[in-house]
């Protein structure tokens, strides 16, 4: 992949394209900004080397424009972070006043590049016009939006294929970590998996059964998987369509030697309110008229030992309703488990990661937290990603 070592930088005007897409509270507040504190060492570099840097980002799913999307937010954010002024652009396809006003080392960001429809255009020619704008006044193109490389958009794919690009050092360390996950862990490798649904995460599963030595299931995925072995969830979430390739994973395990592990026993309410009335019960004891909204404490306790012992350990969904604090301790206890765990832990963006930040748990601990929740899944599940794919070869 290429590098901002193969640009020539001192005096340019760069593209960089980050993923800014933050989650915001009713207010409009940015909640956390992990994502803006991940493109800072490509920022400073860029800086650093002499280059004019102007942010392409999108926030969010506009149709249009939506004013409550706008970036502004997050240029004020940055301008803290980075300690200088980042300059605002209302125009998503850049104004040539506010570029030509930049010196070199300073930094604007554009408005939310999905205010204009033909980012995200299925047509790549529609595409390629918007990204023609952009390459008028970019000398060249820095993708650092790890987030958004699963992607063909025209800020993603087409910009990088009309201008000289390169990763940047978040997208490169994150593609690091990944392509190590793929080919060449060390073992023990142990993969944790929960969040809400199972059927987001067949590809992954299906693509990690052949690496893995352990394969650790939680949140409400466990329930399908306990379908498939004849149990009863009561009003637990479950996909009874995909029962048939759970059952096959279940073989599949046996057939590689992985030690595939379901829950043992549950954290199970009478309904989904933080005030619930609560019961720990056996996985084959799940009353009728209840959901399982965490993983109970003999299981904890069970992944956390298997955990220790891993020289790898990656995890993605989190173990339960972990937004919940009747429904975190699950959560709490993989978290905790990976984080004084010698060995090389890393988590996959998305929910996984907002929940180490909201329950606490020392971020530094950890090898690496990923900023993509979708494209983590996607490269772990061995898919080709296009924002990739564009900035291979020389
Ligand atoms: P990630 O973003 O890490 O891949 P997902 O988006 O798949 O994870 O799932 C995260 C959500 O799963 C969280 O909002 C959490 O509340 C929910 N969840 C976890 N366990 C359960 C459960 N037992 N029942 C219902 N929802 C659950
Ligand atoms: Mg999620």
């Given at each position: 992949?290429?590098?901002?070592a193969?640009?020539?930088?001192?005096?340019?005007?760069?593209?960089l394209?980050?993923d800014?897409?933050?989650?915001?509270?009713?207010?409009?507040?940015?909640?956390?900004?992990?994502?803006?504190?991940?493109a800072?060492?490509?920022?400073?570099?860029?800086q650093?080397?002499?280059?004019?840097?102007?942010?392409?980002a999108h926030?969010?799913?506009?149709?249009?424009?939506?004013?409550?999307?706008?970036?502004?937010?997050v240029?004020?954010?940055l301008?803290?972070?980075?300690?200088?002024?980042?300059?605002?652009?209302?125009?998503?396809?850049?104004?040539?006043?506010?570029?030509d006003?930049?010196?070199?080392g300073?930094v604007?960001?554009?408005?939310?590049?999905?205010?204009?429809p033909?980012e995200?255009?299925?047509?790549?020619?529609?595409?390629?016009e918007?990204?023609?704008?952009w390459?008028?006044?970019?000398?060249?193109?820095?993708?650092?939006?790890?987030?958004?490389v699963?992607?063909e958009?025209?800020?993603?794919?087409?910009?990088?294929?009309m201008l000289?690009?390169?990763a940047?050092?978040?997208?490169?360390?994150?593609?690091?970590?990944f392509?190590?996950l793929?080919?060449?862990?060390?073992?023990?490798?142990?993969?944790?998996?929960?969040?809400?649904?199972?059927g987001?995460?067949?590809?992954?599963?299906?693509?990690l059964?052949?690496?893995?030595?352990?394969?650790?299931i939680?949140?409400?995925?466990?329930y399908t998987?306990?379908?498939a072995?004849?149990?009863?969830v009561?009003?637990?979430?479950?996909?009874?369509?995909?029962?048939?390739?759970?059952?096959?994973?279940?073989?599949?395990?046996?057939?590689?030697?992985?030690?595939l592990?379901?829950?043992?026993?549950?954290v199970?309410?009478?309904?989904?309110?933080?005030?619930?009335?609560?019961?720990?019960?056996e996985?084959?004891?799940?009353p009728?008229?209840?959901?399982g909204?965490?993983?109970?404490?003999?299981?904890?306790?069970?992944?956390?030992?298997?955990i220790?012992?891993?020289?790898?350990?990656?995890?993605?969904?989190?173990m339960?309703?972990?937004?919940?604090p009747a429904?975190?301790?699950g959560?709490?206890?993989?978290a905790?488990?990976?984080?004084?765990?010698?060995?090389?832990?890393?988590?996959?963006?998305?929910?996984?990661?907002?929940a180490v930040?909201?329950l606490?748990?020392?971020?530094q601990?950890?090898?690496?937290?990923?900023?993509g929740?979708?494209?983590?899944?996607?490269?772990?599940?061995?898919?080709?990603l296009?924002?990739?794919t564009?900035l291979?070869?020389?």
């Amino acid at each position: 992949m290429r590098t901002l070592a193969d640009l020539v930088l001192p005096g340019s005007t760069v593209a960089l394209r980050c993923d800014f897409n933050v989650p915001l509270d009713p207010q409009g507040e940015i909640t956390d900004d992990l994502r803006i504190a991940g493109a800072l060492p490509t920022i400073r570099a860029l800086q650093q080397a002499g280059s004019r840097v102007v942010i392409l980002a999108h926030l969010g799913r506009p149709k249009g424009e939506v004013s409550s999307l706008s970036l502004a937010p997050v240029a004020r954010r940055l301008s803290e972070l980075l300690g200088s002024t980042v300059a605002f652009s209302t125009n998503p396809s850049g104004d040539q006043r506010v570029i030509d006003s930049l010196e070199l080392g300073e930094v604007a960001l554009l408005e939310n590049t999905r205010f204009d429809p033909r980012e995200t255009s299925k047509d790549p020619s529609e595409r390629a016009e918007l990204a023609a704008i952009w390459a008028k006044w970019a000398d060249a193109f820095v993708s650092d939006g790890f987030g958004v490389v699963h992607r063909e958009q025209a800020s993603v794919t087409e910009l990088a294929n009309m201008l000289p690009s390169a990763a940047g050092l978040l997208v490169a360390r994150e593609s690091e970590v990944f392509a190590r996950l793929l080919e060449g862990a060390e073992r023990p490798y142990t993969v944790i998996l929960g969040g809400s649904k199972v059927g987001d995460k067949l590809g992954v599963i299906e693509s990690l059964l052949p690496k893995v030595d352990s394969l650790l299931i939680g949140g409400g995925m466990a329930y399908t998987f306990l379908l498939a072995m004849g149990l009863e969830v009561g009003d637990s979430i479950s996909q009874p369509d995909f029962v048939d390739t759970v059952k096959g994973f279940l073989t599949k395990a046996e057939e590689l030697g992985v030690n595939l592990m379901l829950p043992v026993d549950f954290v199970v309410a009478d309904r989904f309110a933080p005030d619930a009335t609560t019961q720990i019960v056996e996985r084959s004891d799940i009353p009728a008229h209840s959901m399982g909204l965490d993983i109970g404490p003999r299981t904890r306790e069970l992944y956390s030992q298997v955990i220790a012992k891993s020289a790898t350990v990656v995890w993605n969904g989190p173990m339960g309703v972990f937004e919940m604090p009747a429904f975190a301790g699950g959560t709490l206890a993989v978290a905790q488990a990976m984080a004084a765990c010698p060995g090389f832990t890393v988590i996959g963006g998305g929910d996984s990661a907002a929940a180490v930040r909201i329950l606490d748990v020392n971020e530094q601990a950890f090898d690496h937290i990923s900023t993509g929740g979708g494209a983590s899944l996607e490269f772990l599940e061995g898919k080709e990603l296009p924002g990739l794919t564009v900035l291979k070869g020389k």
